[in-house]
């Protein structure tokens, strides 16, 4: 790992839902894995948009520091806010993962970066870059509010979001 990137031991969701119980927040959204990683986590960088992904390729660009971007894209599959480039730069830039409230493309490149990234599914069609888009704010999906800082855990199991890092 590049130094300066936080370095997150590895969590199982189950585990971290038995130790922490209630605490721990379960997205009720079935994902997908498309990255070459399938276990992350880490705090959550936020953004919410739709059908526009200036501002996730704005934060992949920049330094994740072992994060993970948590995208509210109001689980529209019109668009992909995600493809191989976005990916190239996470992976890159030392995030964690991304964990997509709407689709991806580029499939085939993203399973080759090892970041995890988690959406509803695919779509070849790009956004527009008209600059929309709010980044740390309050995102709600899944039946879980999810805050600038909280802890992304996530595995095959599903995402579980907790507000410090649980210590198994």
């Known amino acids: 790992m590049t130094a300066g990137i936080l370095k997150t031991p590895r969590l199982a969701t189950a585990d971290v839902c038995d130790a922490v119980g209630s605490d721990a927040a379960v997205l009720s959204v079935d994902f997908r894995d498309f990255g070459g990683r399938r276990d992350f986590a880490g705090p959550a960088v936020t953004v919410r948009t739709l059908d526009d992904n200036s501002k996730v390729k704005e934060l992949l660009a920049g330094k994740g520091e072992g994060r993970v971007l948590v995208v509210d894209g109001e689980g529209s ?85 907790t507000r410090e890092l649980p210590e198994l």
């Not at 929309?132 to 855990?153: K, L, Q, S």
Request: aromatic share 4%.
């Open 77 to 161: 599959c019109r668009t992909a806010l995600m493809g191989g480039n976005l990916a190239l730069d996470a992976n890159r830039n030392g995030w964690a993962g991304v964990v997509i409230y709407g689709c991806i493309r580029d499939k085939h490149e993203l399973i080759r970066e090892d970041i995890g990234i988690k959406a509803l599914g695919s779509c070849p069609r790009k956004t527009e870059k008209l600059g929309r888009g709010e980044i740390d704010v309050e995102v709600a999906f899944g039946g879980v509010t999810i805050h600038p800082g909280d802890w992304v855990i996530a595995d095959a199991d599903g995402v579980v979001i």
